[in-house]
């Protein structure tokens, strides 16, 4: 349980970073597989899913809410030594994703996708947005815009490589709805529950639109998942393996010392362990869900299998 918990708090966190991906902490934890079966089979299965889900859930608003200040302050002043953190923990879980490929046979087609979706991640990283700060003037067509975003943030978080955050900030909602988050949590501990009502109306909208997306592509994953293992691994690993660039490309350069190198070499390090840590073990954890669906059909590659 407390292992699940402090996984959802990494993939929390991961989501309010622009430039981290949610989808690349899942891979890398080793937990990908067994959350798109949860989600996917949240109905047919609701009590196994609710219990998986649950500790993730619970975790991932805590790296949400508790931290969000902390991970603003450590980007604003050790820009670096954080973004290497993160990348230690990419590459510190990538073994799992590179075993389930190597028990298959790749084709040219396989190395095409992973090559494509790496180029992607780079393509969108080298052309990241500029936000568009302010605030969110409440009506219900904002409302209705709130739940939008909440969708394709949210879809965009499954799809490992992809900052779900980068595409609010591309979108131009990424620090009003992180202002109405900062001010739900400072309404409600310093007393002004006004102000924390306030911000559920924008909060609300954004969160059904969040669950909406995380359900449908989940849905899509996982049937790509079943039918084409092979393609879309390795596409997935295209997309991890660019991250860290990605990463990097985004991440103020600016007056690094040779103090502030090692240091990120030390936050890297700590990272890699940390992710290595976190996914001893999952291939157990996640063997009973990545099955394929009722009905034994087998998973079609073609030639990749």
């Not at 649950?54 to 603003?72: D, N």
């Not at 494509?116 to 780079?122: G, K, M, P, Q, V």
Request: glycine share 12%; charged share 10%.
């Amino acid at each position: 349980m407390l292992n699940q918990l402090l996984r959802g708090v990494v993939i929390g966190i991961a989501n309010i970073i622009p430039g981290v991906s949610g989808g690349t902490m899942m891979v890398s934890m080793g937990i990908y597989d067994t959350l798109i079966h949860c989600i996917t089979h949240l109905f047919s299965d609701f009590r196994r899913s609710v219990k998986t889900l649950l500790p993730y859930a619970v975790g991932m608003l805590i790296g949400i809410f508790a931290l969000a200040s902390l991970l603003t302050f450590c980007f604003q002043y050790y820009p670096l030594p954080t973004s290497t953190a993160f990348i230690g923990l990419i590459l510190g879980g990538l073994s799992p994703l590179i075993h389930k490929i190597e028990k298959k046979r790749v084709n040219a087609l396989a190395i095409t996708i992973f090559l494509a979706f790496f180029a992607l991640i780079i393509v969108m990283a080298l052309n990241t947005p500029a936000d568009v700060d302010g605030r969110v003037n409440v009506s219900v067509w904002e409302m209705i815009v709130l739940l939008v975003m909440g969708a394709i943030a949210s879809a965009t978080m499954l799809i490992p490589g992809v900052s779900g955050s980068m595409v609010l900030m591309l979108l131009g909602y990424y620090r009003p709805v992180l202002a109405s988050v900062n001010d739900f949590k400072d309404g409600l501990l310093g007393g002004n529950l006004a102000l924390a009502a306030r911000q559920l109306l924008i909060l609300v909208p954004f969160g059904i639109g969040v669950l909406l997306g995380i359900y449908f592509v989940a849905k899509a994953i996982g049937y790509l998942i079943r039918r084409w293992p092979t393609y879309t691994y390795c596409g997935v690993l295209g997309l991890v393996v660019a991250s860290p660039i990605a990463i990097l490309l985004g991440t103020d350069m600016s007056g690094v010392s040779v103090g502030i190198m090692l240091a990120s070499v030390g936050t890297f390090a700590a990272g890699f362990v940390l992710a290595a840590w976190l996914a001893h073990g999952s291939a157990e954890e996640s063997a009973p869900q990545a099955e394929p669906a009722a009905g034994g059909n087998a998973p079609k590659d073609g030639a990749a299998q």
